[in-house]
């Protein structure tokens, strides 16, 4: 059975409202009922567990601040970030699902597509009815996506899209794919490219000992044939992309706390019942510390978040503010999940306990979006004014 409870250290609970707490409550009740029961099967297989998709959609998870009238949750950006919270809780792969579809997909067509773009595609992209993925990496381009090869030529009535993306969640399943190529003058634009166009194939990516429940793959483009209409018309350049990451970018920074809450909530609830040497191991101070630090963490990490949202709400968040975020607390979650595994032991490297699964989601999640590294560049380019990467 799950038995988790969600710790709130510092009553952070009283600073969100009624309609934040329905909507995380909602969440968490999906994700204890349809997503704990048969994530770790999923995982063990290595399968994307499609019969969640519709639950998804269901909890606003696909275009929670999208407005409503493009079939969108129409939600502020705390009660984003709580679903995302929620959903990692389960999985950070099915989170990954639900931030490309919001943040990656939906997100660029609401913001830089036009209104045939957004009706066309979006209220199907919120029911889950079809499922998009984002192709910005490429295997010689990935901190470094202003480098990319992929590119598209101007034949009159059509594009002509060559070229190939690498590590692109939810690709082998994918119905529509936004992916970033260059134009003949080496301008970066976002083009939606439909499965079923001749010469798009997406291969599956296998071998994966990390985010096993969520699907990864290639998007290949051999002389695709992608129609003028499909070209995203209002952003262009490595800031469109780039303005996607910043809305995916803070879910995580949400989510990955969901991940950390689940590990520590285990370690907590498993010191008290584990006993060596004749006492619950939580009564040594060596476990004591561990969970000490777990839970300031965490409530450092909800407060970080907290504060992004209100500034994410009032337009006012800049990017390096949100790679902190991202960062700190990857990072976070990173660690506590490291030291809540060798808390439990032998045990801790068995499937029955989520934990050694969050472990290694999370260091696909410490490299996807921007690595640990690349993001401190960002703060210490924001601070110096001095660039690391030119
Ligand atoms: P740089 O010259 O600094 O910037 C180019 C243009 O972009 C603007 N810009 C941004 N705009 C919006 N949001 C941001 N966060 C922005 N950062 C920069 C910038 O102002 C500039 O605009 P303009 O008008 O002057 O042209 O670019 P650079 O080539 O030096 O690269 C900077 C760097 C390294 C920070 C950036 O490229 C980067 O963030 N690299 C990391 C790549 C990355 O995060 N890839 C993620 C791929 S998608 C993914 O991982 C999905 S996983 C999904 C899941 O499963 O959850
Ligand atoms: P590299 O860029 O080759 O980096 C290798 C190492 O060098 C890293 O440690 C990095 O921090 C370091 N490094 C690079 N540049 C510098 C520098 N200037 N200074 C210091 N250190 C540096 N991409 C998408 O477009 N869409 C997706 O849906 C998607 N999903 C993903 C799912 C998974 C499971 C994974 C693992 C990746 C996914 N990615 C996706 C790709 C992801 O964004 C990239 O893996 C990431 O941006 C890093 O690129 P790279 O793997 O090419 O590493």
């Known amino acids: 059975p799950d038995l988790f409870e969600a710790p709130d250290y510092y009553n952070i609970d009283d600073l969100l409202t009624e309609e934040h707490k329905l909507i995380r409550d909602a969440a968490r009740s999906w994700v204890k009922r349809d997503v704990s029961p048969i994530i770790e099967e999923a995982a063990q297989e290595a399968k994307f567990p499609k019969s969640i998709i519709p639950g998804l959609a269901e909890i606003g998870a696909f275009g929670p601040y999208i407005p409503e009238q493009y079939g969108g949750a129409g939600l502020d950006q705390i009660s984003y970030g709580l679903i995302m919270q929620e959903i990692e809780r389960g999985d950070s792969g099915v989170r990954s699902t639900a931030s ?22 979006l209220p199907k992209l919120a029911s889950g009815e079809w499922m998009g993925s984002f192709g910005l990496t490429e295997p010689d381009h990935g901190s470094n996506p202003g480098g990319m090869v992929t590119n598209f030529k101007d ?45 798009f194939t997406t291969p599956e990516t296998h071998n994966k000992w990390s985010l096993r429940a969520s699907a990864t793959g290639e998007l290949i483009f051999q002389d695709v044939k992608v129609p003028k209409e499909n070209l995203l018309p209002n952003k262009s350049g490595l800031g469109a992309p780039l303005g996607c990451l910043d809305s995916a970018r803070y879910g995580i920074a ?15 609830r498993y010191s008290k019942e584990r006993i060596q040497f004749g006492k ?111």
Request: aromatic share 8%; net charge neutral; with cysteine.
């Open 100 to 121: 490309v579809q919001s943040s990656l997909v939906m997100y660029p067509i609401w913001k830089y597509g036009n209104e045939e773009q957004r009706t066309k595609y």
């Open 280 to 390: 619950p191991i939580g009564q040594f101070q060596l476990q004591q510390k561990k969970l000490a630090e777990m839970i300031t963490e965490i409530t450092k990490a909800q407060l970080l978040c907290l504060r992004l949202g209100q500034l994410k709400n009032e337009n006012k968040a800049t990017s390096a503010q949100i790679s902190m975020a991202k960062r700190n607390n990857v990072d976070m979650a990173l660690k506590i999940a490291r030291d809540a595994r060798q808390m439990l032991g032998g045990m801790g490297i068995s499937g029955e306990y989520s934990i050694m699964r969050h472990m290694m989601n999370l260091e696909s999640v410490v490299t996807y979006e921007g690595t640990h590294d690349i993001h401190l560049l960002i703060t210490g380019f924001d601070i110096t004014g001095l660039n690391a990467f030119k």
């Open 155 to 199: 034949k009159g009535d059509h594009y002509l899209l060559n070229g190939a993306k690498m590590w692109i969640s939810n690709s082998p399943f994918c119905d529509v794919a936004v992916v970033w190529a260059k134009n003949e003058e080496g301008r970066i634009h976002g083009l939606i490219v439909e499965r079923g166009m001749e010469g």
């Open 254 to 268: 949400w989510g990955v706390i969901g991940a950390a809450m689940d590990c520590y909530d285990t370690a907590l």
